[in-house]
């Protein structure tokens, strides 16, 4: 199942071999905690991110698991040494079964 939403990633346009760039995402979630109840005083269900992960060219370079703890629309950055051109796979699963993968291209000069 896929998620509605998109992440807003940002990494530098282009970067050298061996440099440590930011990468920063912006994901749009409610981040529902399961501690809230409607009108009806029936308890909304739990469902948040609860794992992000980014992939270079294959090789996991950042993971967070993330908990009822998080802020609705969470901001994460990361660092990441430049090993040479690629693509950046970020991924979030939230408790719903939902699946947001967004893929950005890295060029390296």
Known sequence: M???S????RL???AAVGEIIEIRALITHVMETGNRTDAEGRR?????????TAHFEGDL????????????????AFHMKVPGPGELRVAWHDDDGGITIERYKLKVE
Do not use: C
């Open 2 to 4: 896929m998620s509605p």
């Open 6 to 9: 998109k992440p807003r990633v």
């Open 12 to 14: 530098p346009e282009t």
């Open 44 to 52: 909304v269900p739990r469902n948040i991110i609860h794992t992000v």
């Open 61 to 76: 370079v950042f993971k967070a698991e993330l908990s009822s703890g998080i802020s609705a629309n969470p901001f994460l």
